[in-house]
């Protein structure tokens, strides 16, 4: 019941944007703010009652849905799914009080949606049963359209069409997976599925993680999407929704399909390292500040899946530590892209920078942000990073070896960012007027600043309480308790 | 001299056809001695209060029946299939009669328009019960012919008179091979009765029969509008008016496909192999077909028309199965479907009737926001026609691929995805051009306020709420679904 509410306090909030007929766009606005601050009050009153000693599922709630083939609506959490809603709740938050602060139009449809997406990705989280899952993972794609082809950029309309195709393919080739397993198991709940040896339902959930992550060559959709979104949209897109496809990854793909897994280990550890050494060359090669972080993702997409993929203790730890940590950087990286953004009306490298002269906060945050991004030793991303790589090296040094590369491009491409931002001479789009960061963009970004290095601090809060501190075990008997 | 035993009859299961005649009687005569605005009321009050009627006696009827018997000495069944089929018939009706009610016909003919609307449902309503070939036939040409006046009711029109025209030629035409291949059915077996066929000369391969059942899938898909047999569709579905296609697109598509299953099942057990697999080939035509002529439609009815063809083809999958899932998935499948279909083309009738001219897809730009109850719920429809959620259709889909799977035909269910992917691209460019458009190329209408048609807009919603409430309450709907479907004999 308690997940249940997790779910339902957005999506009623979203339902009343959308049928109520708001006066003003404060009022609908502050509406949505106070909806997102009540889930994610409900989240942290949830993770004080969490038993992280305990492994099996829990606040969890199963009604029947159809009996005929075993679907049911089956929602509950699991420590590692607790920390990724919990990104998701913060993340709207976040979203939702920038998206205030840069006043959308049509407040209420807009409000509405994004909480809609949050209830969805939530949903994702904590779905028990194959079919709630791919229900919850499709409602997650209609509002992203909408958010994208109405409030997006001017090369929108191309964007959604692309992301939609694309990622419906990868999705609907998963429904496919997902039938035939759930019949082949005569249940579609997934705490009572059994493993499964066919390396082709296998990659129907892979294709449709892969799209949505995104991993490399199946991001053809993302550079587009993410430059013509909403900032808080892209923030939601790279901080939330990739996570989605990684947890994908985690607790099906993985747990249910031992045997392709180890299978097909090095092909897949070896499209995870090229696209995390191609996410990072693009990086660094990006004309704009979206580009940059929207590449970065990419390449941290695949060096999560590198950590998934080891199947051990140490990876899986790091990957979990890592989706939370990329969550958080992408999410402010976006939403200072786009104050940066509106403040010179365009996101060019070459008509940016020296931004950091007379605006110290602007400039400290970014930095701030960015060294946690580049993976400084001491940061949560260094901790993450660190982790996934001591994991994967038990597969094989060579893996470590291409992480540790690219560990280093990511200095360079979130240096270059950095300077071309901020150093230099003022570029020709930056007006001389231009605000520092207003007190809001400050609380909204300082808070996921603040829980970054809240982390950095203390990275175990993540990792002791994961998998209730068996990770390959828990992973490998499907999480059954 | 031959002894003539007259049969005894269950009228109790005959309501919902007796009530709808009457209906239809009424409608004729009654208006005759009204004027105006009481001779419109008068006949949609009727039309409306007997579809309803009639929907009740079938679920009264639908709560007694446990088995399927055969009524009206063998001419007729009375079961469940045939009862959940005549629900979702009438109420089919009562939301076309709700698209109706604004309509500016003249008001000479709105007593003919609902006396033929009642009774296309009446035939269709018997013809969902057929138990033999004649009466498939009887049934079958009844409910066309209501359709065909239907079509050209609108008289002044010049499109609607063409498709009427179109129409019954070309349904003429397939009525007369269904004539046919059931000549060649009776010849090669000697019964006309579905289970007595089934018995007839068991194990034995026999061309005529064959050539019986491929004449008689022919001209059943005809009224299903399934590629290769559905030159007529885009035509009548463009050129009838809008109220009438919205009646047809779901409720010819119930009719023909639950009779179908039916009749196959029933009568061409032994031949299940060969049906299955035309089935799964004509599924195969209509989907790609459907799908890439709706691509570059610019006519909104057209294109819904096409996309009435691809799902033609999605409905036909769970039939081609041919199990139990299956069945299940045809007949829920349909509930969410002929919601939508009517509420998408009541949709298209609203903005025909504020723009007084057909509507291309680009006459919708900006409609969402300025007519946010439509365009919501067009923007619903559409996601739904998709196959997302939360529209029962999503569900739909996903039975009638797990039917196609626990077949054995994965491969089916790719074929349907593939399909799926392609129908992004038209579904959501009507969304697009809704709520996305540029404002640049935004067609203002002639201004003041737009027309209020209360009658309208609760269909929508009602249709609205059957989408949606398909997809929450699937459980015990499927329940109903498997119980109706029970008896019937699966070949798998």
């Known amino acids: 019941m308690e997940t249940t509410v997790l779910i339902a306090i957005p999506l009623g909030a979203a339902l009343a944007l959308w049928l109520v007929p708001w006066r003003s766009s404060v009022a609908a606005g502050g509406f949505a703010l106070l909806a997102a601050l009540a889930d994610l009050a409900w989240w942290v009153a949830l993770a004080g009652r969490f038993d992280f000693g305990f492994r099996d599922l829990q606040f969890d709630l199963h009604a029947v849905w159809f009996a005929d083939l075993g679907v049911s609506y089956h929602v509950g959490l699991f420590d590692f799914s607790l920390w990724l809603t919990g990104l998701t709740a913060l993340v709207t938050v976040a979203a939702v009080?920038?998206?205030?602060?840069?006043?959308?139009?049509?407040?209420?449809?807009?409000?509405g949606l994004i909480l809609f997406l949050a209830a969805a990705t939530i949903g994702v989280f904590a779905a028990q049963d194959l079919l709630l899952f791919y229900v919850f993972w499709e409602a997650m794609m209609i509002p992203l359209y909408v958010l994208i082809g109405v409030w997006g950029g001017p090369g929108r309309i191309g964007a959604t069409i692309r992301f939609f195709i694309y990622t419906m393919a990868g999705s609907l080739l998963m429904l496919v997976s997902i039938i035939v397993f759930g019949l082949a198991n005569g249940t579609f709940d997934m705490t009572k599925l059994g493993t499964n040896g066919s390396a082709w339902i296998f990659l129907g959930f892979v294709a449709a993680f892969a799209v949505k992550a995104p991993i490399w060559p199946f991001h053809g959709w993302l550079p587009d999407a993410y430059r013509e979104a909403p900032a808080e949209v892209s923030a939601l897109l790279s901080g939330v929704i990739s996570k989605a496809a990684a947890y994908g990854l985690l607790r099906i793909a993985i747990p249910y399909f031992p045997d392709p897994v180890a299978d097909l280990r090095v092909p897949i550890l070896t499209i995870a390292a090229v696209g995390l050494v191609y996410g990072s060359l693009l990086a660094f090669r990006a004309p704009d500040v979206r580009g940059v972080i929207a590449y970065s993702s990419l390449a941290q997409l695949g060096l999560i899946a590198i950590g998934l993929f080891a199947v051990n203790d140490s990876g899986l730890n790091g990957a979990v530590l890592q989706m939370v940590n990329h969550g958080l950087v992408s999410t402010a990286l976006f939403l200072l892209a786009g104050g940066i953004e509106r403040r010179t009306s365009t996101g060019e490298l070459r008509l940016l920078g020296g931004l950091a002269r007379g605006r110290p906060v602007l400039a400290s945050i970014l930095i701030a942000v960015g060294v946690i991004a580049l993976a400084v030793p001491g940061s949560t991303a260094f901790a993450g990073e660190f982790l996934v790589l001591n994991g994967i090296f038990t597969r094989g040094w060579g893996w470590s070896v291409v992480g540790a590369v690219a560990i280093v491009?990511?200095?360079?491409?979130?240096?270059?960012?950095?300077?071309?931002?901020?150093?230099?001479?003022?570029?020709?789009?930056v007006p001389e007027q231009a605000y520092d960061l207003r007190p809001l963009e400050v609380s909204v970004v300082g808070s996921l600043l603040a829980v970054l290095l809240f982390l950095s601090f203390w990275p175990a809060a993540v990792t002791d309480h994961v998998f209730g501190g068996r990770p390959q075990a828990t992973v490998t008997s499907q999480f059954q308790p | 001299m031959i002894a003539f035993a007259?049969?005894?009859?269950?009228?109790?299961?005959?309501?919902?056809?007796?009530?709808?005649?009457?209906?239809?009687?009424?409608?004729?005569?009654?208006?005759?001695?009204?004027?105006?605005?009481?001779?419109?009321?008068?006949?949609?009050?009727?039309?409306?209060?007997?579809?309803?009627?009639?929907?009740?006696?079938?679920?009264?009827?639908?709560?007694?029946?446990s088995a399927s018997t055969e009524i009206v000495a063998t001419a007729l069944r009375r079961d469940q299939l045939a009862e959940i089929a005549q629900i979702l018939l009438c109420g089919s009706g009562v939301l076309a009669v709700g698209v109706s009610l604004a309509e500016r016909e003249s008001d000479e003919r709105v007593g003919e328009y609902y006396a033929l609307l009642l009774s296309a449902v009446g035939g269709m309503v018997f013809f969902v019960a057929a138990n033999n070939l004649i009466t498939l036939f009887l049934g079958l040409e009844w409910f066309s012919i209501s359709l065909y006046v239907l079509?050209?009711?609108?008289?002044?029109?010049?499109?609607?008179?063409?498709?009427?025209?179109?129409?019954?030629?070309?349904?003429?035409?397939?009525s007369a091979i269904l004539l046919f291949g059931s000549a060649l059915v009776y010849g090669a077996t000697g019964a006309v009765r579905f289970a007595e066929i089934a018995a007839g000369r068991p194990g034995r391969p026999d061309a005529l029969l064959v050539a019986g059942l491929a004449m008689l899938l022919v001209g059943l898909a005809f009224k299903v509008s399934a590629a290769p047999f559905h030159m007529w569709t885009p035509d009548v579905y463009q050129g009838a008016p809008t109220p009438v296609t919205a009646f047809m697109s779901a409720a010819t598509k119930v009719a023909a496909l639950v009779l179908t299953m039916r009749v196959l099942v029933t009568a061409f057990p032994g031949q299940a192999d060969l049906w299955t697999v035309a089935l799964a080939v004509i599924v195969c035509i209509s989907l790609a077909w459907g799908n890439l002529a709706a691509l570059v439609q610019s006519d909104v009815k057209r294109m819904l028309a096409y996309s009435s063809i691809s799902h033609a083809g999605f409905l036909l999958m769970p039939i081609a199965a041919g199990n139990a899932l299956g069945g299940r998935a045809l007949l829920y499948y349909l509930v969410s479907y002929a919601a939508m279909s009517i509420g998408s083309f009541a949709v298209v009738a609203a903005r025909e009737r504020e723009l007084a001219r057909l509507v291309t897809v680009e006459d919708f730009a900006g409609f969402g926001w300025e007519r946010p109850g439509h365009g919501l719920a067009l923007g619903l429809f559409m996601f739904g026609f998709v196959g997302l959620p939360p529209a029962g259709l999503f569900l739909g889909k996903f039975y009638a691929f797990s039917a196609a799977i626990e077949r054995g035909w994965t491969w089916l269910a790719i074929v349907g995805i593939v399909a799926t992917?392609?129908?992004?691209?038209?579904?959501?460019?009507?969304?697009?051009?809704?709520?996305?458009?540029?404002?640049?190329l935004r067609l203002v209408p002639a201004g003041g306020s737009p027309p209020r048609d209360p009658a309208l807009a609760a269909t929508v919603a009602a249709a609205a709420v059957v989408t949606i409430g398909s997809f929450v309450a699937a459980g015990p709907l499927i329940d109903v679904m498997r119980d109706a479907v029970a008896f019937l004999g699966f070949p798998r």
């Not at chain 1, 998206?99 to 449809?109: C, I, L, S």
């Not at chain 1, 200095?411 to 150093?423: D, Q």
């Not at chain 2, 419109?40 to 639908?62: C, D, E, K, P, W």
């Open chain 1, 97 to 111: 009080a920038y998206g205030m602060w840069a006043g959308r139009e049509r407040p209420g449809p807009y409000f």
């Open chain 2, 6 to 65: 007259r049969p005894t009859i269950d009228w109790g299961a005959l309501s919902p056809e007796l009530v709808l005649l009457g209906g239809v009687a009424l409608t004729l005569v009654v208006p005759l001695f009204l004027r105006g605005r009481a001779r419109r009321g008068f006949s949609a009050a009727v039309a409306l209060l007997s579809l309803a009627a009639a929907a009740v006696l079938a679920g009264v009827l639908a709560t007694r029946d």
């Open chain 2, 151 to 174: 079509t050209a009711i609108a008289v002044d029109r010049l499109p609607s008179l063409e498709a009427g025209l179109k129409y019954l030629v070309v349904g003429s035409f397939g």
């Open chain 1, 409 to 429: 491009l990511a200095a360079m491409y979130v240096l270059r960012l950095v300077s071309a931002v901020l150093h230099l001479d003022p570029g020709s789009a």
């Open chain 2, 421 to 440: 992917v392609v129908s992004i691209y038209y579904y959501l460019g009507l969304v697009r051009m809704m709520y996305m458009q540029p404002p640049e």
